[in-house]
């Protein structure tokens, strides 16, 4: 059983950045896919960025040039990194760890960009 928590949310004006983290516990992290979704009220939950155990990533259209997500195996975290932030990224964010036919979610963390 694989435990996150995500930090790192929080209100930013558009233009700004954050830094969201996510601790894992309780498994190998580093066999993970570690993954960032989002979802907006009203909205389906979408994927935002994924990052392999071997290290490579991708994004989703909408966050490209702007969002950056890196892990660190020897702490456990991964992180995304948000720049350039605009009113549209506003919602909540989740942690996910895949492998195999295993997929764990963290809480969330709200994160609010105003105009």
């Known amino acids: 059983q694989v435990q996150l928590v995500e930090s790192g949310g929080g209100l930013v004006q558009a233009g700004g950045s954050l830094r969201l983290s996510c601790a894992a516990s309780?498994?190998?992290?580093?066999?993970?896919?570690m993954e960032w979704y989002r979802q907006a009220p009203g909205k389906q939950r979408e994927l935002v960025a994924g990052i392999t155990s071997a290290g490579l990533t991708n994004y989703g259209d909408s966050v490209k040039g702007r969002f950056t997500i890196s892990r660190d195996n020897a702490k456990n975290t991964v992180y995304l990194q948000m720049n350039s932030l605009k009113p549209e990224d506003t919602a909540v964010y989740y942690c996910?760890?895949?492998?195999?036919?295993?997929?764990?979610w963290g809480q969330g963390t709200q994160v609010t960009v105003s105009s």
């Open positions: 996910h760890a895949a492998r195999w036919d295993q997929g764990y």
């Open positions: 309780g498994g190998i992290f580093s066999m993970y896919v």
